[in-house]
C-alpha cells in the first residue's frame, strides 16, 4: 500500500550523504514543527541493545496500562515495523497518507530516505495521544534525524563500541563524541557501562553543556541473582525478574531501563506510571537470540533441533553471542547460518564465535545491493577457522546443516527479516 510512495522517497536520496539536520528540520517546518507537539520523549542512542532498552520501557508503560508511541529502525519485514501508534503498529493506509503528504510538502528536493520517515513518524506521533514517546537513533546521534527534540525527557546511552566507522569515525572517541551528541542542556542522561575511553568523552559532553550524568556501576547496579535479577539505585534495592529476552548482556539493557523508569518516575508530571517487574516479563524483540519454533525452516532441524535468530552484526554483537554460547550452549554443537553487509567488520563478528562453533553455511542476503556474498562470508569464516562453506539460498544452508543439534542465524537484521519473511 506504501511501498510505491517509498520508492518515489528513496529516490530523492542526495548524492552525497553528508551528516546534517537541515534538511529534516525543513521538512518539519513546513510541516508544522511535529516534533514539538510530542509526548514526554526518551531519547536513545549506542550502538547494541537500543531496540531492546526501548522494548522493556514500553512494556513496562503497557502493564501499567499507558501507551507508548515508539520509533525503531531497521524493520524486518515491513516498514511499518519501525513506527509503533499508542501501543499497535501503525496502520498501513495512514502510513501511506502520511507518507504522501511528507512527499507532497517536501517538493521533490534532495532528502534520505530516513529524514523523511523520521518526519513522518513525528507528524504521526503528534496526531495521536500517547503517555511517553520512545526514539532510536538510526546513525550515530549528533547529526540524527531524530536529534530535533529540543527538551526530551531524558537521553540513554547503550554500550559504545565500533562500528558504521566509515560515517561515524574509527575510533572509540569519535564515535562516543557523536553518540553523546543527543545530550540536551538540564536532560538528564543515564548512560550504560562504557569502555573508559568512551565514558570519558561522554562525561566532557554532559559537563560543557550541564546535563546530568548518571552512570551504571556508580550511581545504580544490576545483577543477575538466581532466575532474576538485582537492581540498586539512590538507596533502594529492587528484585525483580530475569528480562523476556534472552542473554547476559539483557540484564543490562533491562537494567539500563528500569533506571530509566526510575528517573522518569522522579521527575513526575505528566510522564507516566511504570510497572517495571511486569514488563521485565513481557517485553518482545524480534531476531534478538529469538527461537524459531514453527515454520518451514525448523522442520528442516532433525527432532529436538533449535533453530535460533540473531540480528547482531558487529564484533560487540560476535562477543556477545559467543559469550551467550559459552554459558548456555556447551550441552550440544553450534552451527552457524551467516549472511553480512560489506559494510560491517565480517571478520571482527565472526572470531569470537570461532571457538564456540562447529560448522557454517553462508549465505548472500537476499535482496540486498550491499550483501557481502556468500562465497567471501565463508572466506572470511575460513580465516577465522570455521569450517566454512557457501550457499545459494536460506533454505540450501539450513538443509546443509540438517543435522545440526542447535543452529544460529545471524549475522544481519536484514538476514533476519528475510529469515522471518520466508519462514512466516
Not at 527461537?291 to 527432532?303: F, H
Not at 554459558?327 to 567488520?345: F, H
Not at 571457538?355 to 540486498?368: D, N, Q, Y
Request: with cysteine; net charge neutral; aromatic share 4%.
Amino acid at each position: 500500500m506504501y511501498d510505491a510512495v517509498l520508492a518515489r522517497l528513496t529516490g530523492l536520496h542526495p548524492k552525497v550523504i553528508d551528516l546534517a539536520l537541515d534538511r529534516v528540520l525543513r521538512l518539519l517546518a513546513a510541516l508544522g514543527h511535529p516534533e514539538r507537539r510530542l509526548p514526554p520523549v526518551v531519547h536513545i542512542a549506542g550502538t547494541n541493545g537500543k531496540g531492546s532498552t526501548l522494548a522493556y520501557l514500553r512494556a513496562m508503560v503497557e502493564a501499567a496500562g499507558g501507551r507508548a508511541h515508539v520509533y525503531t529502525s531497521p524493520h524486518l519485514v515491513r516498514f511499518a515495523e519501525r513506527i509503533r501508534l499508542a501501543g499497535a503498529l501503525i496502520d498501513e493506509a495512514e502510513l501511506a497518507a502520511i507518507l504522501a503528504e511528507c512527499e507532497m510538502v517536501n517538493s521533490g528536493r534532495p532528502i534520505t530516505f530516513f529524514e523523511v520517515t523520521t518526519a513522518a513518524a513525528f507528524l504521526a506521533f503528534a496526531r495521536h495521544p500517547a503517555d511517553l514517546c520512545l526514539l532510536e537513533t538510526g546513525l550515530g546521534g549528533r547529526f540524527d534525524a531524530t536529534n530535533v527534540i529540543e527538551r526530551p525527557a531524558l537521553t540513554l546511552l547503550t554500550p559504545i563500541s565500533l562500528d558504521h566507522q566509515a560515517f561515524l569515525g574509527d575510533r572509540l572517541e569519535l564515535i562516543a563524541a557523536e553518540k553523546a551528541g543527543i545530550l540536551k542542556p538540564g536532560v538528564p542522561c543515564l548512560s550504560a557501562r562504557q569502555e573508559a575511553p568512551a565514558l570519558a568523552v561522554i562525561a566532557e559532553r554532559a559537563a560543557a553543556i550541564g546535563a546530568p550524568l548518571l552512570v551504571e556501576g556508580r550511581d545504580w547496579t544490576v545483577a543477575e541473582q538466581d532466575e532474576g535479577m538485582l537492581f540498586s539505585m539512590a538507596g533502594q534495592t529492587m528484585a525483580l525478574p530475569r528480562p523476556a529476552l534472552a542473554g547476559a548482556h539483557q540484564i543490562g539493557n533491562a537494567g539500563l531501563a528500569v533506571a530509566a523508569a526510575c528517573v522518569l518516575g522522579r521527575i513526575g508530571g505528566a510522564l507516566p506510571s511504570f510497572d517495571i517487574a511486569e514488563g521485565l516479563r513481557r517485553a518482545e524483540w524480534p531476531a534478538r537470540l529469538q527461537r524459531l519454533t514453527r515454520g518451514p525452516l525448523p522442520a528442516l532441524l532433525p527432532p529436538g533441533g533449535e533453530l535460533w535468530l540473531d540480528g547482531g552484526h558487529n564484533p560487540a554483537a560476535g562477543q556477545i553471542l559467543a559469550d551467550f554460547a559459552a554459558a548456555r550452549w556447551r550441552d550440544r554443537p553450534l552451527d552457524l547460518v551467516v549472511g553480512m553487509l560489506a559494510s560491517k567488520d565480517s571478520h571482527g563478528f565472526l572470531e569470537p564465535l570461532a571457538p564456540r562453533v562447529r560448522r557454517l553455511a553462508a549465505v548472500t542476503i537476499p535482496g540486498e545491493a550491499n550483501a557481502l556474498p556468500a562465497a567471501q562470508v565463508a572466506a572470511v569464516a575460513a580465516a577465522a577457522g570455521i569450517q566454512a562453506q557457501p550457499a545459494t539460498s536460506l533454505g540450501e544452508a539450513v538443509s546443509a546443516l540438517a543435522s545440526a543439534d542447535r543452529l544460529l542465524i545471524c549475522g544481519s537484521l536484514y538476514l533476519a527479516g528475510a529469515v522471518l519473511a520466508e519462514n512466516g
